[in-house]
């Protein structure tokens, strides 16, 4: 099984963002995709219902999925939301990546 902390800040965001595109209920899909600076990329998305070669668990109202081949490089990981003048976003913070691209949004492991 794999661990992923949402902040209950991001779970708040995730939920509102939910909401607003009319897609409540759904499950949080995190994921990880080729691409990026660093070579690999981190990946959301909103889904209605699982595949069934995920791990999935829930926590106050959000349930989130990580697909089998990417549970291993999110093992551990934070998503946060920051708010603020110098970044404003979902921000990941992952134990597994050797290397992060300055964006944030890519790392190699």
């Known amino acids: 099984m794999v661990h992923v902390e949402v902040t209950p800040t991001a779970r708040a965001q995730v939920l509102e963002i939910m909401t607003k595109q009319g897609k409540s209920g759904s499950t949080l899909r995190l994921f990880v995709q080729g691409g990026g600076c660093s070579g690999l990329a981190y990946g959301m998305s909103f889904d209605q219902q699982e595949s069934g070669d995920e791990v999935a668990f829930e ?4 349930t989130v999925v990580v697909d089998r081949a990417s549970a291993p490089l999110l093992e551990g990981v934070q998503v946060d939301y920051l708010l603020g003048l110098d970044a404003s976003g979902f921000k990941i913070s992952n134990p597994n990546a050797k290397t992060t691209c300055s964006c944030g949004k890519s ?3």
């Open 59 to 62: 926590g106050e109202g959000l």
């Open 107 to 109: 790392f190699s492991a």
